[in-house]
């Protein structure tokens, strides 16, 4: 028998014939144990229907693994076999991680800069319509995207999903049965944006139901947990976002379902991937101080308080939702392209990540916010251009110059990388004639450029001479009035700007 | 002897001779009693050089007043007198006082919308310049303006004030013998303020000082503060403002003194004038609640907050200094115009009132918000038409439509007058095409209107059918995903637009 080379982080599967009597789906087991040399890893396996059971293996080291199964099945148990993990080859970077403490990187240690999108229902739309997304996606920055395994129900989206998630018999679902072809579909788009290289940030539960999805008992939901992260955990593009809205769910979903819902993660995912919740109202934040949680996914327009929030959880924050391009009549989908790309700007110089959507209206209802398709707006080729311009310099992550609290850094934004050095100051709202704070202290030899945020364009910036403070002595104290610096650039006095200033040599 | 006709909210003086030897301003003592019929009101005199001592009285009530002073000198004491308060005549409405617990207004009933803007030493340049302020004052909406009793010290203020505030001897300040010609001069020009309808807001301390003023001792602090409510407390357009940036002062003005001081004013101003206290640090606000504090005076550029702070100390916000617009080195003072109009719409939109400044640079250094001249912005003109739009309706106080912490009044602004129950909703960086939330939820005889607060200009709305919401159950839960209404309003689609809503017959 020839061992399979399988790239490290790819996907090595194994497929069984088993029982198909009773409900396979409640009643039989299947894990395996995959060993290299002595480390040993428990990997879950899941039913595909038709008396087909399947085991998915991302290995994560280089080098022969073996593999025995354990099944409650005897058609199932005691198989073994191996295969041969090899270096990974194009842009097989890993699942990414978490990477010094605020920030995210690929397992391959490259750095990774979280600019994602929202196509909330794009997996249950009709197959040309997620063609369609998919070439959006090709042409666009993001990479990653916020998606839900259950189709969606609200305004805009009434339309019926390509496929049940759970069978359908005698016109009721039967939530213990799994519709495995809408699995299967929905597995193969997560391969697909495995292949761009896209995140598929998974939204296992939210509360915009008509088939009941959201409604299944506590035991069918800890089943749906584990079902998810042992059929789709191999896709090492994989994040788990266990909720849109958790919040708005409380009243049938109580706190301990979400925790466990976390643990079973914890259980059933070998690879630990990205874990996060999502609030609904701006209060309702989960305490993802939580240690299963590895990094704050939260909806808030009030990006100057990233820093807050980092402070809050010590953790990386994903704003997914601070609020969307477009024109709807729901005010959290209509502000304007120029204040998407300042939030962006603004969220990400205090040492976040921010999250695109877009809800303008049309007839068809085709709003890519949920259904994907194409994008109409102006944010996005700002920040794919933002994306491009920020990964030439950014290695470790972006660290706010400053305490949020205090001034200046409350008014304006500014942050620096922690490998390149490489520091940006986001003017926003505010237009100097002339600017210095956040430039280095001491004098040297460094590249200033302006960056136009909206125009996308990059200027050289000369050295000015800084203005003179006055010195205000009072008790112990001198101030200066002016910001101290070893020189300064002087700007067009216009909003939107950013300086970027880079070490020489 | 001729009963003097002195109109209410006026000012009667009586002027005396008395000692001049050794230093009457520390050691005479001049007051009286003022009556109406079984009423007396104790009213402090003050030395105003020369062996002049001088009492003024502004009397809130029409009627006979007579009065009877007491003094240490016997030169001073047991004079009698007395006045005819008669109806107050042309713009003369009264004192300004809170009304509605959030709101403003002057004693005779009418509202006071605060529109306020910042010149700190305008009454310390050359005379031609605070000429020069007054016409551009008299052009602007302006009603309000925040003025020092000291000059500044300060970068583009390191000119020479037109007076020494107190006495130089011998080449040294003597903080116990104030320059009766400056207090003279200064309260001339809170008189041409008061015959323009301004309110003068004025500011006893602050850290930008050279002159020593800044550190008087504690007994002269005191001194100075009764000396201050005893010379301008009858100018009926007095406010009492302790500090800008008290916090920058703590090091040698503990919290105490700052205490004392309101307490003084209680004890030496008998109309109880508005009295606040301005923060520097953002976290370092005063705890407004105290009870000698009738208003908050706040700097904060997150003027979504407005509500919160309402909250937290029960009174009115007033945001003095939401940012200036201009374009200086110091992130205080270069936001845009837009941004400035756009903070006075999202603050009086969530209950409160704001101030303006501007910081445009100039080789002279004559910057508005500092030395008053001329205004250069584009912000002032904007304002002057907002409130003017809103004195149209505005009656008894804007008052949120919904708490700041509850969608969708967490992402937009609206609110209704207390009185006439006319909406505003302030769209600001959102753009619906079609918008409803806010508007009556049942269907009425209503005016409607589109405001485009930049551009100004105000344009008749019809009525459009809402678009239907979808039903949502989840448990007990019903949601719509749409905002109830009777009906809706279609909108152009860009920013910095409000709608408002009158109710007809």
């Known amino acids: 028998m020839t061992v399979q080379n399988i790239e490290k982080w790819a996907i090595f599967e194994v497929s069984l014939e088993g029982p198909s ?44 693994w073996s593999y025995v199964t354990r099944s409650s099945s005897s058609a199932l148990d005691g198989h073994q076999g191996a295969l041969n993990c090899v270096a990974p080859t194009g842009n097989n970077r890993g699942p990414v991680r978490v990477r010094n403490k605020f920030h995210f990187a690929y397992a391959d240690g490259s750095p990774f800069l979280s600019f994602g999108t929202t196509c909330y229902a794009w997996t249950h739309q009709p197959l040309e319509v997620q063609e ?12 990653k995207i916020r998606m839900g395994i259950f189709p969606k129900h609200y305004p805009y989206n009434t339309n ?40 598929a940030d998974l939204i296992m539960f939210h509360p915009y139901d008509r088939w009941g999805y959201a409604d299944m008992s506590e035991e069918q939901n800890y089943r749906y947990v584990a079902y998810i992260a042992a059929r789709f955990g191999a896709y090492r593009n994989v994040w788990w976002a266990l909720a849109n809205e958790y919040d708005f769910l409380l009243n049938t979903m109580p706190m301990d379902w979400w925790d466990r819902y976390f643990q079973i993660l914890e259980e059933e995912d070998p690879y630990r991937h990205l874990k996060s919740i999502h609030n609904g109202f701006v209060t309702a934040n989960y305490d993802h101080r939580k240690p299963w949680v590895t990094h704050s996914c939260i909806q808030n327009w009030d990006v100057k308080q990233t820093q807050a929030w980092r402070d809050r959880w010590g953790k990386p924050v994903v ?87 205090k001034f200046p850094w409350s008014r304006v934004s500014g942050a620096a990388d922690v490998e390149s050095g490489t520091t940006y100051i986001y003017l926003g709202e505010h237009q100097p004639r002339i600017w210095t704070t956040g430039l280095p202290v001491e004098d040297g030899d460094y590249q200033l450029d302006l960056i136009d945020t909206w125009n996308m ?46 070490r020489k040599g």
């Open 319 to 405: 704003n997914d939702e601070p609020e969307y391009e477009g024109n709807l009549i729901q005010s959290w989908g209509n502000i304007s392209a120029q204040e998407l790309v300042h939030r962006f700007w603004t969220t990400m110089m205090r040492g976040g990540y921010a999250g695109h959507g877009e809800t303008y209206w049309n007839e068809e209802e085709a709003i890519w916010w949920a259904k994907g398709g194409l994008l109409h707006g102006e944010a996005w080729t700002r920040l794919k251009w933002m994306r491009e311009l920020l990964e030439q310099d950014v290695k470790g992550g972006l660290e706010p110059l400053g305490e949020a609290a």
């Open 132 to 143: 369609q997304t998919l070439q959006t996606l090709a042409a666009s920055g993001f990479n």
């Open 160 to 199: 019926e999903p390509l496929h049940d998630v759970y069978e359908v018999i005698d016109g009721a679902r039967d939530f213990d049965r799994p519709n495995f072809e809408s699995f299967r579909h929905f597995e193969g788009q997560i391969g697909r944006l495995m292949e761009m290289g896209i995140e």
């Open 21 to 64: 009597d009773g409900n396979p789906y409640l009643d039989v087991t299947l894990e395996a144990e995959f060993s290299l040399k002595g480390r040993s890893i428990r990997v879950p396996g899941f039913y595909d229907g038709n008396g087909v059971y399947k085991l998915r293996f991302m290995p994560e080291t280089e080098g022969a």
């Open 457 to 502: 364009t990059v200027t050289p910036l000369d050295k000015a001479t800084p203005p003179q403070g006055v010195a205000i002595r009072h008790g112990s104290v001198t101030r200066h009035g002016s910001p101290d610096a070893a020189f300064a650039v002087e700007l067009p006095g216009k909003t939107g700007l950013a300086i970027r200033c880079r």
